[in-house]
């Protein structure tokens, strides 16, 4: 059974930056398109970011300019740069495939902006 883990998240102060991992346990990331998901407290989960495996890459209008997706199919990652961070963008950030399969949730790792 496909393991997604994600890792990268943190702390960060308003206009930083950060980069977040996927790691899936097969080679997966190949085949399916994969996307960066998030969901803040109290909000509807949001796709910020898809990747198809030839590279064909969309993101939400929220993220658009400041995040960049993109994949290494030889070690099975995909990565999430994501710069000039807003408070808006404090979230529990999940990789899984694009739209997104129950049985693929990982545990997703926190991301804060504040000052």
């Known amino acids: 059974q496909l393991q997604l883990v994600e890792s990268g998240g943190g702390l960060v102060q308003p206009g930083g930056s950060l980069r977040l991992s996927c790691a899936a346990s097969?080679?997966?990331?190949?085949?399916?398109?994969m996307g960066w998901h998030r969901q803040a407290l109290g909000k509807q989960r949001e796709t910020v970011a898809t990747?198809?495996?030839?590279?064909?890459?969309n993101y939400a209008d929220s993220v658009k300019g400041r995040f960049t997706i993109s994949r290494d199919n030889a070690k099975n990652t995909v990565y999430l740069q994501m710069n000039s961070l807003k408070p808006e963008d404090t979230a529990v950030y999940y990789c899984?495939?694009?739209?997104?399969?129950?049985?693929?949730w990982g545990q997703g790792t926190q991301v804060t902006v504040s000052s």
């Open positions: 899984n495939t694009a739209p997104p399969m129950a049985t693929f």
């Open positions: 097969r080679s997966i990331i190949s085949i399916y398109r």
């Open positions: 990747i198809t495996n030839d590279n064909s890459i």
